[in-house]
T-cell receptor
Framework: GQQLNQSPQSMFIQEGEDVSMNCTSSSIFNTWLWYKQDPGEGPVLLIALYKAGELTSNGRLTAQFGITRKDSFLNISASIPSDVGIYFCAGPTFLQGAQKLVFGQGTRLTINP | NAGVMQNPRHLVRRRGQEARLRCSPMKGHSHVYWYRQLPEEGLKFMVYLQKENIIDESGMPKERFSAEFPKEGPSILRIQQVVRGDSAAYFC???????????FGPGTRLTVL
């Protein structure tokens, strides 16, 4: 089945630094979703991308839908402590006429004070 | 506008007991999805339901697990005769007619003793 691979698996940065993470697949996706999960909570949708090459921003977050439709990137500028958490990419797959989301394994972001 | 609601947030069961997890989707959403998350892992799809119909249950174990989304009331994920391996966080998500963007609840953390 379709799989999403995220890298890096974890990041340790200083407050104020910029962050880049990516998500790749061997299959084409028509939609890319980026979620953030805080400890003990459910994932929260950050950005949704629907068109190859699309670049979308949400505050300090910017995500891009790769031209090949097999990858996506998420950047966070000027990180702050509340950016700590796990970031997941996800994409919908259609099987037997039904849709579900496939998730990457996540990138865990830690910010050193 | 309340988000997706799940209860209980934490559930402790002994081996062999039954676990019932409830999910109320966002207002106006008719699509419900259940996912399971093990520690340090991403979310794994279990089942996709619309009102009174199971659309895709390909991610749900064939035995002991069942799900429903009745005409009235919340969606229920039921696990019979729980085993230690069922310990995980179970998340519900809902979407409107456009199923690409799924919104998640806070999850139910099941611990089997």
């Amino acid at each position: 089945g379709q799989q999403l691979n995220q890298s890096p698996q974890s990041m340790f940065i200083q407050e104020g630094e910029d962050v880049s993470m990516n998500c790749t697949s061997s299959s084409i996706f028509n939609t890319w979703l980026w979620y953030k999960q805080d400890p003990g909570e459910g994932p929260v949708l950050l950005i949704a991308l629907y068109k190859a090459g699309e670049l979308t921003s949400n505050g300090r977050l910017t995500a891009q839908f790769g031209i090949t439709r097999k990858d996506s990137f998420l950047n966070i500028s000027a990180s702050i402590p509340s950016d700590v958490g796990i970031y997941f990419c996800a994409g919908p797959t259609f099987l037997q006429g039904a849709q579900k989301l496939v998730f990457g394994q996540g990138t865990r972001l830690t910010i050193n004070p | 506008n309340a988000g997706v609601m799940q209860n209980p947030r934490h559930l402790v069961r002994r081996r062999g007991q039954e676990a019932r997890l409830r999910c109320s989707p966002m207002k106006g959403h008719s699509h419900v999805y259940w996912y399971r998350q093990l520690p340090e892992e991403g979310l794994k799809f279990m089942v996709y339901l619309q009102k009174e119909n199971i659309i895709d249950e390909s991610g749900m174990p064939k035995e002991r697990f069942s799900a429903e989304f009745p005409k009235e009331g919340p969606s229920i994920l039921r696990i019979q005769q729980v085993v230690r391996g069922d310990s995980a966080a179970y998340f519900c998500a809902s979407s409107p007619s456009q199923p690409n963007e799924q919104f998640f609840g806070p999850g139910t953390r099941l611990t089997v003793l």
